[in-house]
């Protein structure tokens, strides 16, 4: 079974913080995703990275950066935390078929 | 205008009955269609993967794609408690970029 970890569950911050968000799949799939959740909204695709060191940004990559080190980890990046990302942001990878998702990080920004 | 669109419900059954669940898509390069259970405070989980028009069923669960509508459906027979939770249809072509709906909260009563 695919397995995406994503570091924690539930995170608080202050406005103006820079935010780290850690992802880490464990099948050695090329493509890696990170969406956000919001309510009548559904799932927007913020940036996805298709191999170490690349990355493209998706619908909505204002206010977000990434970064892919190694081929397992993406990690998304609040430059400065604004109270509009408030949000639950899930991570996906995937080998090119179907993607898998983490359990999602539930982030409020105070 | 969404690429994906999902009535979200919410929809409440008895158990035992039949859920249809249904979506529409705009985007006529649309080849690959998913079908995802997202349980309250997780991440979305893959139930169906299907590939162009027709038909797959696994257990309980039968998805069915109509290209020439651009129809997405998925029916889950005997539907169960366990079965509540929001369903999420999304599909893409040939890139790595899915295109979500906003997602059908289902709730089957005991």
């Known amino acids: 079974d695919v397995k995406v970890t994503q570091s924690s569950r539930y995170l608080v911050k202050r406005t103006g913080e820079k935010v780290f968000l850690e992802c880490v799949q464990d099948?050695?799939?090329?493509?890696m995703f990170w969406y956000r959740q919001d309510p009548g909204l559904g799932l927007r695709l913020i940036y996805f990275s298709y191999d170490v060191k690349m990355k493209e940004k998706g619908d909505i990559p204002e206010g977000y950066s990434v970064s892919r080190e190694k081929k397992e980890r993406f990690s998304l990046i609040l430059e400065s935390a604004s109270t509009n990302q408030t949000s639950m942001y899930l991570c996906?990878?995937?080998?090119?078929?179907?993607?898998?998702f983490g359990d999602g990080t539930r982030l409020s920004i105070l | 205008q969404k690429e994906v669109e999902q009535d979200p419900g919410p929809l409440s059954v008895p158990e035992g009955a039949i859920v249809s669940l249904n979506c529409t898509y705009s985007?006529?390069?649309?080849?690959?269609f998913m079908w995802y259970r997202q349980y309250s405070r997780k991440g979305p989980e893959l139930l169906m993967y299907t590939y162009s028009s027709g038909n797959k069923e696994d257990g309980r669960f039968t998805a069915q794609v109509d290209k020439s509508s651009k129809y997405i459906s998925l029916f889950i027979r005997d539907s169960q408690p366990s079965d509540s939770a929001t369903y999420l249809c999304?599909?893409?072509?040939?890139?790595?970029?899915?295109?979500f709906g906003a997602g059908t909260t289902v709730t089957v009563r005991a």
């Open positions: 099948m050695d799939h090329e493509n």
């Open positions: 996906a990878s995937s080998l090119g078929g179907p993607q898998h």
């Open positions: 985007n006529s390069a649309f080849q690959y």
């Open positions: 999304a599909s893409r072509g040939y890139d790595y970029k899915l295109s």
